[in-house]
């Protein structure tokens, strides 16, 4: 049967049952709709994780020494070789920064904190959150910068402020207490007061003269692209053979893994939502054949062959599915656009911190998902006009006549 | 057949009729006509079985992980409620306490509802071995109340926990970091109430591992004298941890104990001393409660469809029974009463599979393999028991059995505008 | 009062079809005395369903008036309507005349328990009513289980089991053979006979004719003889 005429019959045989295939469009755009809206807020709170997680002084990739996680002191610092940064020729790199970061002590005349004390040039640091903080009074001015920068809540825990002084006291190489006082050149205001409490940056030679080491504790990378890492490892670890390089995944598995959830989630919404729609579907497609038993077998009397009777039938099924997705993708484009630009979710603010994301939450509709939805659609429309369509097949003329 | 017969049938007047039938029919007619189409029955019917296992499932398991979250949650450090100076949870300082500690407590530990009551006193100090020293949190504890509200002293992996006055318990973390090891002193160095210095020295007796890096190496516990004595509090304390019988009494329990607190106590609940976990809590139920609804709509319009298309078919048949003289009311009935069956048989299977499945399952609990680090980081227990009760079981039923019923009365309406003479000249 | 069942007055039905409109039926004075056996004759389409419909209630006139059994039909409203069919008036269509889930007992207890009839009677009475058929034997068989020939003596059965004041009947052998037309066509006669029922048929069959005690002609809407 030729293509045209298959599709021009198909067509008027849904328009005649306009209620009944209209309820089924409806349904499966409701479906699409829901998994689409779903997905773009998994999507974008994966995202937003990730990036998080990231922009957090991880990185793509980290180099650190093998003891470092379980043992954090500068005792686990390295000094990478001069140029090592070669090894990187052939890698898309958006950035690296050498840090030291140690575990201190810092005390006002009122209080006293546990924290992380951060050394860094701040020119390298473009690639984390510090690159882009908003910071009150003055940012540091370079690696030699002997002020620190706090977090906000962290200078209000301590009562104290922009220009005074606080004291700092951390273990050296040795093991031995080293203790300095160093003035506030700024209070800085992060997405997360998590990370306003634990984070004292200064200049990276501040910290080595007060460690008396010129060791640093990691090597953050900051690629241009997810795809880039394996490579990087694999160059990386030439260079920093007696040394941990780690990519974002091993670093924080927890957000990792929420990614995974993320992609996972699409197929699991997909199919427990779909798998409901499916009895539906089936069932309008087969009362649809039953319908037309008469119909069919006068055509298989005629000469029709049973293929064209199975084309009939998928190509309908095919045609409803293709309809609902459509209009479900729309619809979910058109739910999205108001929000792309971002949804205000204060009123969960110690969640969305806690799991490392910020208030404005930005969802995410990725047009490979809908790619994705579209196509399980019509495997899903096939599928589901299997058993219909055998039925069709087994209508003879003589069937037909009975009736 | 003898003329006679006919002559002999029984002469009656017809009664007062209404054109009603009594349900007993009405169920009987419904009934077979609903095994009329078999295949579609069974297709609809399925349809309501598979979204009544799914919904059931997933809000067993939704709740009962709930529940698992809070009770983990709220017995690793918080308890259910806490009383405290009314700005220390906003500043934890030293200075915010609560003067009359131990006088407060023995009355907390009468009041209603409290099953177990134990004082705290935390301050910020460095914890040194030798030369060697970490920043932490050292909270004073009483070794015999703490273990009733908190998880922290049945984490020990080596030693005892708090045997003597001047024991110390700390993370292993920690120990490994300080090179400690059980029997050794530590000195502990921080700023007291009136901004002394506060110092203290302590024999660490027992080791914990939480799973959490960072906990381990910045709490540590220690008999709550000692830090009373170590930080000028005298008879102070920070915190009362209260546990109620359940999680869920907390708020009631925590606004009866508000008004016979002191002037500078106030009483927090787990909802507000843990915002993220209820927040967390609400954030998955709206999720869960998307899915429910996209799923328990969808089956509803393929019950709606199923019957479009019954209604449609039997048109004619409709015609004849409006032509004998039955109320279009009463066809509706039908209809809807079909749709009532059609509900009872995807329910019964769908219950059928999922309650057996869930009240198995909440008996024994589920592992959650391989989310160890979920677990710790996510504030969820090990085994999920799925929470069997009216609402997980009977929510998805019920709304389906008005989504049911409205999807079978709105195709059923279209039989009030049947003009009877078009449905008898329908073409079958 | 007068003695017919049924009387039409200056009856008109136009059906607007397309901007055309078809006058199925064009004025017609027409009357039916108790105990007549009328057959409406004529060419398709002239007219016969649309009058036994507007009779029967299940259409309304556009223009003038209806009485079956004294009461006006255009007065009644369509629960009334509904009621004057239960009660007064057995309808037998041409096909597809039973429930096809219930029974043939049960097809005619169905009318009597709309009626509200109890259970005891209902049966009594079916059962009695399809044994004056011949059709007591097959009283427990489903419409797909029956010939069309016994399926129309089951619809007949109910439509006489309320002892109605009119038996319409549109076509009633248009789905059978001669012989069990002839049967048919005997037991409406002796109906007619025998329990004086009002019978009203319309039909294109020469032989149903020959049954009538009267017959009308329809052409075009009109009647055109008597
Ligand atoms: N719903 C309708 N819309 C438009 N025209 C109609 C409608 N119903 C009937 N007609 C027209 O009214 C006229 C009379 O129809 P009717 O069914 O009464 O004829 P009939 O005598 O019963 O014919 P037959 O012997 O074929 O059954 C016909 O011309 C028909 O086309
Ligand atoms: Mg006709």
Redesign the interface.
């Known amino acids: 049967m030729p293509l045209k005429l298959l599709l021009q019959l198909s067509w008027r045989n849904l328009w005649r ?1 306009r ?2 295939n209209g ?2 469009v ?2 499966i755009a ?2 699409v709709t ?2 689409m ?2 997905n773009t ?1 998994m999507r974008g709170m994966a995202a937003e994780m990730r990036e998080a997680a990231i922009d957090n002084l991880t990185g793509h990739i980290k180099v650190i020494h093998p003891g470092y ?5 500068i005792g686990r610092g390295f000094e990478p070789e001069q140029g090592w940064e070669q090894a990187l020729a052939d890698v898309p790199v958006a950035g690296w920064a050498q840090r030291v970061r140690v ?3 810092i005390m006002s005349e ?6 992380q004390l951060v050394g860094v040039d701040p020119a390298q640091e473009t690639i984390s959150f510090l690159g882009s903080l908003s910071v009150d009074g003055e940012a540091l001015s370079g690696a030699e910068d002997r002020r620190i920068i706090v977090g906000a809540t962290l200078a209000e ?1 301590l009562e104290t402020s922009v220009g005074r002084r606080l004291v700092i ?1 951390t ?1 050296g190489a040795d ?3 080293r203790e300095a006082g160093y003035r506030i050149a700024g209070t800085y205001d992060a997405d997360s007061n998590a990370l306003e409490k634990v984070f004292v940056f200064t200049g990276a030679q501040t910290v080595a003269r007060l460690l008396e080491s010129p060791a640093v504790t990691e090597v953050s990378l900051r690629l241009e692209s997810d795809d880039d890492i394996p490579l990087a490892l694999a160059e990386l670890g030439a260079v920093f053979e007696d040394l941990d390089v780690k990519a974002w995944q091993d670093l924080e ?2 957000v990792a ?1 929420m990614v995974l959830v993320a992609d996972f989630g699409l197929y699991i ?1 997909y199919f ?2 779909m ?3 499916v ?2 579907l ?3 497609l ?2 649809a054949v039953m ?1 037309r038993v008469r119909e069919l077998g006068m055509l298989r009397a005629l000469g029709m062959r049973p293929r064209s009777v199975v084309a009939q039938v998928v190509v309908e099924s095919t045609l409803v599915m293709t309809a609902g997705v459509v209009a479900g993708l729309a619809l979910a484009v058109v739910c999205y656009l108001p929000f792309s630009g971002g949804i205000d979710l204060s ?2 603010s ?2 969305m ?2 799991m490392g994301v910020r208030n404005i939450f930005t969802p995410r509709l990725e047009v490979a998902d809908m790619v994705i939805v579209f196509v399980l659609s019509l495997v899903l429309g096939v599928l589901a006009s299997l058993y219909p369509a055998r039925r069709a097949v087994k209508v003879t003329p003589l069937d037909a006549m009975r009736r | 057949m003898a003329a006679a017969d006919i002559a002999q049938a029984p002469p009656v007047a017809a009664p007062a009729a209404t054109g009603s039938v009594g349900i007993g029919l009405h169920m009987r007619v419904a009934w077979r006509n609903l095994w009329r189409n078999r295949r579609r029955t069974w297709l609809t019917a399925s349809g309501i079985a598979f979204s009544i296992f799914l919904c059931v499932v997933f809000m067993s398991f939704q709740l009962g992980s709930y529940d698992g979250m809070i009770d983990t949650a709220t017995g690793m450090m918080s308890g259910h409620m806490q009383v405290q100076h009314e700005d220390y949870f906003d500043d934890p300082k030293v200075a915010n306490r609560i003067v009359a500690g131990s006088e407060l407590l023995r009355e907390l530990e009468e009041a209603p509802g409290v099953v177990a009551a134990a004082p705290r006193v935390e301050g910020f100090a460095l914890v040194s071995v030798g030369e060697r020293s970490f920043g932490g949190l050292v909270m004073g504890v009483d070794p015999v109340r703490e273990p009733e509200v908190s998880a922290l002293s049945k984490q020990i992996v080596e030693g005892e926990y708090l045997p003597r006055t001047d024991s110390a318990y700390v993370g292993k973390a920690l120990a490994t970091n300080l090179g400690l090891k059980i029997g050794d002193e530590i000195f502990v160095m921080g700023s007291a109430l009136e901004g002394g210095v506060a110092a203290a020295l302590f024999t660490v007796d027992g080791l914990f591992d939480t799973g959490q890096v960072e906990l381990d190496r910045s709490i540590m516990q220690v008999p709550l004298s000692a830090v009373q004595s170590a930080f000028d509090l005298g008879d102070s304390v920070h915190r009362i941890v209260l546990m109620a019988e359940n999680a869920n009494d907390a708020t009631a329990i925590a606004q009866g104990l508000a008004p016979t607190l002191p002037d500078e106590a106030r009483v927090l609940d787990w909802d507000k001393l843990l915002p993220e976990l209820r927040q967390m809590i609400q954030m998955d139920a709206v999720s869960g409660l998307i899915i429910y609804v996209l799923l328990l709509a969808i089956v509803t319009l393929s019950v709606a469809n199923s019957f479009t298309m019954t209604v449609f078919e039997r048109t004619r048949e409709f015609g004849m029974l409006i032509a004998i003289g039955m109320r279009p009311g009463g066809i509706v009935a039908m209809i809807v009463i079909e749709a009532l069956c059609m509900w009872a048989v995807g329910t019964a299977i769908g219950a059928a599979i999922s309650y057996s499945l869930m009240i198995g399952l909440g008996a024994v609990g589920v592992p959650i393999a391989g989310l160890e680090d979920m677990a710790g980081q996510f504030m969820m227990p090990e085994r999920i028991h799925p929470e069997v009760s009216f609402f997980t079981l009977g929510t998805a039923p019920v709304v389906l059995l008005v989504g049911t019923l409205v999807a079978g009365l709105i195709p059923a309406l279209r039989v009030r505008r049947l003009k009877p003479v078009e449905a008898l000249r329908e073409e079958e | 009062m007068t003695q017919h069942v049924v009387e039409c007055q200056g009856v008109s039905r136009t059906y607007q079809d397309d901007a055309v409109p078809v006058h199925a039926l064009r004025d017609v004075d027409f009357a039916v005395d108790s105990g007549e056996f009328v057959s409406l004759a004529g060419p398709s389409g002239s007219g016969k369903s649309t009058l036994l419909h507007v009779i029967g209630g299940l259409d309304r006139p556009n223009a003038g008036a209806i009485t079956v059994d004294g009461e006006d039909i255009n007065a009644l409203g369509d629960s009334e309507l509904a009621d004057l069919r239960l009660n007064k008036i057995g309808f037998v269509f041409q096909a597809y005349n039973l429930i096809p889930v219930l029974s043939a007992q049960e097809n005619v207890e169905f009318i009597m328990q709309l009626q509200g009839i109890d259970a005891a009677e209902r049966g009594d009475r079916a059962l009695g009513t399809l044994d004056s058929l011949g059709m007591r034997d097959l009283a427990d068989r489903r419409p797909g289980e029956m010939s069309g020939g016994q399926q129309q003596r089951v619809a007949i059965a109910r439509a006489i089991v309320t002892n109605p004041v009119l038996l319409l009947a549109d076509e009633p052998s248009a789905n059978l053979d001669t012989g069990t037309t002839g049967e048919l066509l005997e037991l409406l006669k002796r109906l007619n006979k025998e329990r004086g029922v009002t019978i009203l048929t319309a039909t294109h069959d020469p032989m149903v004719m020959g049954y009538a005690s009267r017959q009308v002609h329809l052409r075009d809407g009109e009647i055109v003889s008597e």
């Open positions: 049952h209620r009944r309820i089924m409806l349904a409701l479906a829901g998994v809206l779903m807020l996680m379980a043992d954090p002191g575990p201190a002590v009122r209080e006293t904190r546990g924290v825990q006291m273990q093991g031995l207490n598995p927890q893994s919404m427990v939502i798998g409901a729609l009895f539906g089936v069932n309008a087969v009362t319908e009123a969960f110690e969640t911190q806690m």
